[in-house]
Structure formats: C-alpha cells, structure tokens
C-alpha cells in the first residue's frame, strides 16, 4: 500500500453561504492529492500528458462527507494507492481538519487514454515501476 | 416518482485542458438540477434557508462519468426523487449530451439541519406535502 | 453600438460565506455573457476554435463591485460592444439584479490568436460582418 | 511600502481548454495573495471576521493578463500595499511564472463593512498598526 499526505489551505472562495466548504470543491483537492502523491513517487502528471501524450480522466467518484470544511482551515489530505495499478488506478482519500478529525473519505477511479485518439491504454510502466517496491 | 429535466450549457470556465468538462464541476450541475427541482414543486431553496432556517448540507455523492461533456453543450441534467424522503433525501441524477447520450450518471443524498444549532431535523413538511402526489 | 442581454441565476456554490455571488466568479458570467452576445449574432465561439483554429485570451478586465449579488438571484447581464473590432475587442458589461439596480460594471477586452501557434491575429472577418450594421 | 510573496500551484481544473489558467482565476489567487501577506503580518482574516464582526468585500479590480499561467506551474504571487489604508485598502499585484517572467499585474481595492449590519467601518486599528512600521 502507499500512502501520501499532503495539505490544503481552504479558499474564501471555497466556501459557501452555508459557510462551509463547498461539496463541489473536494474534488479539486483529491486531483491535488493524487497529483502530489504521483509527484512523491518521481512522477509528473504534467510530463506524463506531454511527454507520452496519455491522460487520466475520471471513471468514478465516491465521497462521504463527514463533517464540514470551513475557511482557512488547514486540512490534511491522505491519497492511498491500495492496489498495484493495471487497467486503472484508484486512489483512495481520507481528509482531516486541524482537531485532526476525519472529515471526508472518498475513492476516486481513473483510466488512462491516449490524446491522440482517446483510446483506453493500460496504466504506464512508469507508474507500476514507481509503486512496485509498495506492493511486495 | 418524481421527476423533472433542465439544461445547463458548459461554459469555457469549466472545461479543463484535456478539453472536458472538468469532473468536480458536475456537484454544481447537480445543484443546479435539484434546486431547479424543487422549484418546479413551488418550494423555493432560499426561502427554505431564509424563513424555516434550515439548511441542506451533503452527506454523499456518487458519480459514474461515462463519457466526457464538453464546452458549449446544452446538457440536459434529470433529477429524480425515487422514494418519500424521511431523514434525509436522495436525488438521481442523468446528464444527457445533445446527442442524447447518457454522459454522467449520480447519487446525492442531503439531511436537513437547522442553521441556528446544526442539529439534524427530520424532512420538512412543505417538501413531503409536495412530494407526495407523486408516491401515491 | 451592439447590446445584449441575458440572465444568469446565482449558484449555491457560487456563493461564499460572506453570502455574496464571490468576486471571482463575475469573469465567468462575463465569458457567458459575450458568447451568447455573439451566438445572438449568429457567431459561435465554440466554431471559431474548431474550424478556424482562433482563441480569445483575455489581455485585461475592469471590475467595479457596486452592490453585492445573492443565492439564487436571477441576474441581468448587459453586454456591449461600443466600437466596431480591428485588433481587439473589447466587452462592456452591467450586471443588474432582480430590483432592477446596478450592481456591477466591468470591462473585458480580447485579442485573437492562432491556436496553432499562439500567434496575434487582427480580428476574424465574420465578427466584423456580423457586427457591421450596428455600426454604420 | 509592504511586499509579500507566496506561491501557488496551478490546479488542473483551474486550466480551460485553451490550455491557459482560466482567467477568472486569478481573483483566487489574489485572494489567498492578501490572506497570506496579512497573516505574515500576524493578523488572520478568519479571526477579523469572526472576533470583530469585520467583513471585507472587493470594491474594484483591474487585471492586466500579460502571459498564460500553465497547468502545474508553481507561480509567484507578489502582493503589495503601497500606501497606509485608511477607508479601504489596494493591494497591488505581480505573478511570475517558474521562468521568472511576469505574467499577471493587477490591483484589487477592499473596503470593511460590519457583518452586523452590512455599514461601511475604517479600517481596523490592528491593521494600521501592524502597518504602521512599513511606513515609516
């Protein structure tokens, strides 16, 4: 298994009048937390689209929301990778406020396509090279 | 069962350089589809927060993106109450592009609160009385 | 001159804790008021890229925030061309809220590239044409 | 004359089609820009808001767009105030992108209002006074 953590400051523009952090807004952070935990592991997203012309939409989103988000908080965000990639990779979240209380969990599911004519490729070597030494 | 359609055009804000609708702007197409909703029933969201001072905050989403939207579309969102809330309420959501194929498909489910002191409060009766014709 | 209007209804998620439409999201409504401004003259932004390989940047923007907007309102967006196009183009807007007051004004202007090699290009003939009778 | 600087990481869903960091962005940035210069100067916005009952909605920006902002480009916010704020407050400023070229200059002015009852105030004595040494 490979864990990251990383954190995100909430936006005031985030937040909504309810003054909570929006529900729409947790998905910008689980792209900022699996493109940081891809970046932990030598991985660039951006080369990745560049360079080998694949990128990575979305197949699926789940998200549980605990507990409200609120302005200025500090909240940690942990990406799990629970499996080695092969089709397609799912990163697994768990997002925690300053009291270090779980506030939302989410699994998030994405495949890898070719640019050029947007078909379906498996997961690049790089990626299953980077997190092989987590799954042995 | 109730249901009701509308239609929100992507805008160039919300696609991504992949040339998508970006996947987290879809929690506001939801919004929008449920509020809208609601409205075609005669309750009124803001009303709802400004005069019974309740609040509707999201307990889960889950989303299957079946195929990319893209900028300029006038996608069609269907929402749909399957059964007579009690607790809490569950919207179904389509999202149809103009070809008329399903692109996305959604689950959130709401509670109600009251904003004074954030406890849970049961269904309100405007939104049952509402509701019910169509469960009969 | 060329005047357009249309309206846009304010988004929960558009909203901040503030509970005003957040001071950000105007540029949005800005984008969605000159792109209908154009499809009303029979001009769509979205062809423009795909068959003439043509985008519009934005090279500055002017907001005066005059009156705060709110959840849910049904917005007025006025969108003005005040002079005929040569290199750029330049929006007028005034955003009115459901009392019918002034609560914003702003100025966009755009220039017009060569998606293939981000090269400036005086602007398209058809923009011209179509808004040539307003103008004479 | 008091200068801040920060950097933020260009989010993918913060890109549009164009392949360009949307320009209505920007106005977030800006936003986490002043947030972050008057923390560094020990005073939080959240706690001016919540303690004093002080809000500060924008007046007015003004954004000059020079060069795109690209997708994972870490850029420098550069946030000025360049003189002591009296009524309202302007913060002026300049984004560089990783190559160290100025991308964006812009100057956005704030007033403060009484959450209470939405009154214009002068700008709050801890302000001034965490200021003050800057202008000297």
Known sequence: MFVHEMSIRVRYGETDQMGYLYYGHYAAYFE??????????????????????????????????LR??????????????????????TFHYEVFNEKDELINAATVKLCFILAADRTTVPVPRSIVEALNPYFE
């Open 68 to 89: 409200p988000g609120f302005y200025d908080e500090l909240l940690r965000i942990q990406t799990a990778i629970r499996k080695l990639p092969e089709n397609d990779i």
């Open 32 to 65: 900022v937390g699996r493109v940081e935990a891809l970046r932990s592991l030598g991985l660039s997203y951006k080369e990745l689209e560049e360079k080998s012309g694949i990128m990575m939409p979305v197949m699926s989103m789940q998200v549980r929301y």
